[in-house]
């Protein structure tokens, strides 16, 4: 299992007065396949110095949260770790046994509910030494009797925003938004420029 480590540094200044903005880090993961709407992963309030860790381990949610901007999606049932190459059923308000019909390096959900619900994946992270279990990465309505598949891509996007928590459905990504991809690079450093406002590699 893969590990994965995102190294942040702020200027003790910067850090100052983007804490006084009540502004937070925010990180949105990518997903593959029916990627739906992106969730903020995990926000945090900054420090001179961030480390943001997670391993290569996935789970998948059901929510009754309806996919809209600036919605938080409340977990209503998960399978945490979940097993890929699999379809998870979805009925009864919780999920059945793992059944075959997956797709390589993807995780398959099957609403077998009697109404649409909202389903994704999620991932663990650590920010700052506090850990954030199974935090959603994307959302997606799925009417009944339909299927979604979630492929993992281990690419980010990074960038400052007010009035973000975890799991909130995000429309539209910032325009200053850092992409990273750590497909090949399992460590990468980057640090806040004030001059343009975002993010740079280090």
Do not use: C
Request: charged residues 10%; negative net charge; proline residues 3%.
């Amino acid at each position: 299992m893969s590990s994965y480590n995102l190294n942040i540094n702020i200027d003790s200044n910067d850090v100052r007065i983007i804490n006084q903005s009540q502004q937070k880090i925010v990180l949105v993961k990518t997903v593959g396949g029916s990627s739906g709407s992106k969730v903020a992963w995990v926000t945090f309030s900054p420090f001179e110095h961030n480390e943001v860790s997670w391993t290569e381990q996935y789970g998948v949610y059901a929510s009754s949260t309806q996919v809209q901007n600036g919605a938080e999606i409340y977990k209503t049932s998960a399978v945490n770790p979940a097993t890929s190459e699999v379809v998870y059923p979805f009925e009864n308000g919780t999920f059945g046994s793992p059944q075959s019909g997956g797709q390589t390096n993807s995780y398959g959900i099957s609403n077998q509910y009697s109404q649409g619900f909202t389903f994704g994946l999620a991932q663990s992270v650590t920010a700052n030494g506090n850990v954030y279990d199974a935090s959603p990465l994307n959302a997606v309505p799925v009417l009944s009797k339909q299927n979604a598949i979630f492929t993992p891509v281990e690419k980010l996007e990074v960038y400052l925003q007010a009035n973000f928590n975890n799991g909130v459905v995000i429309s539209q990504v910032s325009s200053s938004a850092l992409a990273l991809d750590f497909t090949n690079n399992s460590n990468i450093t980057i640090r806040y420029d004030a001059t343009l406002g975002k993010f740079v590699i280090a």
